[in-house]
């Protein structure tokens, strides 16, 4: 039986370079779906030998080596070594795999280059739009966040065979479309970029506040959210809304310790303990943001997102949050992106920058379009501000309601509290 340590050091090192990994071999193979099966076949080899061998002291190398002689065998032996060479001109890494039997130390900035833009190309791969959404979400967690499909599968709350089906399927996809294993085009960036920021944000928004099963939050899912993040905004650091994001991620999961209380229950962003909320993750979420500011660019919604997440993190306490200024992000957001989700958002900053009759208003007037039947927020937003107008009865029917839409447990208690009066602030 293989020593704990050993797996568990293992799983650590193919978190962290299994995307760099698909990506230098996917450059070579020239499909994502075969890069990721070669690269798992490195990890099986290194579950073969490294218990018996030891860790080596280059572990990453070790792997990115086995991957990459594994993909020039694989050419060899369909007889297309020539023409993928001819195809990808000769570049630098194809090159290196061919001359250099082992992984040379040292890589100087040139590699270190060429393994961020093989992250970038992995990246808008992984979430090219003849994806659905799904897929692209499941890709990425498999492809940049080296997680495995049955954790996938139980971040999703979906069988594992589902899961599996899914992620075989879009790599079946990228490969019947010819996906290039490349950068967009510039005229398609901008385009493409939005897609890869809204699927590390779903993924996010699924691990901070759970739409189904027993969990609030689900940290992985927010840490490997932050991790994508991150070396997202590190590989294109003139974009804005990549540092927005980053900014906006940060911001939120500072939270994260005081959002639930010792029993485990949910607690409400105005009555959190903000002595909890992480300092660290605070500075690095405002200086994220600083840096999208000194581009000079206009303020996209994740840039603005970020603005209105650092209007809580500035203010000491609930009561000293600059309502007007929210109020006011809100509004640009709404022109920005327009969603009937940020006017609900807006009704609450109206609600409290200029009282819950202003606010329920706006809600109302949401409530009236039908744009957001089915959304249980809705319902939950008009019941805190009739509670607050003192329309109690109201209040109650709308937090039943709304207990009755959330498919996740934590949620519904909290919201079945409010209707018996608890939790009110």
Known sequence: MMDAQVERSIAAVWRIESAKIVGAVARIVRDVGLAEELAQDALVAALEHWPQAGIPDKPGAWLMTTAKHAALDRLRRDRLLQQKLEQIGLDLEAQEALIVPDFVDGLDAARNDVFQDDLLRLMFSACHPVLSLDARLALTLKLLGGLSTPEIARAFLVPEATMAQRIVRAKRTLSEARVPFELPPPQELGERLGAVLEAVYLIFNEGYTATAGEDWMRPALVDEALRLGRMLAELAPGEPEALGLVALMELQASRTAARLDAQGRPVLLLDQDRSRWDGVLVRRGLAALARAARLGLPRGPYVLQAEIAACHARAPGAEA?????????????????????????????????????????????????????????????????????????????????????????????????RARGENTQ
């Open 321 to 417: 949050t600059d309502w007007q200024r929210i109020a006011a992000l809100y509004g640009e957001l709404a022109l920005a992106q327009p969603s009937p989700v940020v006017e609900l958002n807006r009704a609450v900053a109206v609600g409290m920058a200029d009282g819950p009759a202003a606010g329920l208003a706006l809600a109302d007037r949401l409530a009236a379009g039908g744009r957001l039947d089915g959304y249980h927020w809705l319902p939950s937003v008009r019941g805190d501000l009739l509670h607050k107008l003192g329309r109690h009865a109201e209040a109650r029917a709308e937090f039943l309601r709304a207990a009755n839409m959330t498919a996740n447990a934590r949620e519904r208690a909290l919201l079945l509290a």
